[in-house]
């Protein structure tokens, strides 16, 4: 190999090296509590949460203030947020005036919506179009991801994965 070629590989390698070295930094000195992370809302009052349902019933998370609010975020393709959807609907029947479910739907027209409802159950209202900044804004990764919102509007638990009835009611016991 020649002095020329010598020099070209030591200049790339430098560059590659800086590089890298740049990149680790970065993950090093960022915080994990940026807007990626779902972990973020939780100890703080929630993201508002304005729009229209799937009924064209305007809905803000702000008139829910004095209840308990479970926002679940979910998709009808997911597995895991169908198999949650009963628990849903039982948890919604036996706590109907001191508690409230709100779904929040990721990238799915509001048709598709309604008929999953219909063909399973649960009388919430349900936001389907435009999510994209409430995701944003509570930090969603994956789905189902839930966030229990207490009667002061402040953020108490974050669910990753599905969740029973009898557990989102033992949640709110434990916040109470």
Known sequence: MSEK????????????????????LLFATSST????????????????????DTTGT??????????????????????????????????SERNEG?????????????????????????????IAEDTGGTVLDYGVIKLPESFLISPEGVVVEKVAGGVTATSLEAMIAENS
């Open 5 to 24: 070629s010598n020099g070209k590989v030591i200049a790339v390698v430098a560059i590659a090296a800086a590089l890298l070295g740049g990149l680790v």
């Open 33 to 52: 509590s940026g807007p990626d992370s779902s972990d973020q809302v939780v100890g703080a009052l929630a993201p508002e949460i304005v729009g229209v």
């Open 58 to 91: 305007p809905f803000d998370l702000a008139d829910s203030r004095g209840k308990w609010v479970f926002v679940n975020f979910f998709a009808t393709w997911c597995p895991p947020c169908v198999a949650e959807h009963p628990e849903l609907v039982a948890f």
């Open 98 to 126: 001191t508690a409230e479910v709100v779904s929040v739907a990721f990238d799915q027209p509001a048709e598709v919506i309604e008929e999953f409802f219909e063909s399973n159950g649960g009388d919430w209202p349900v």
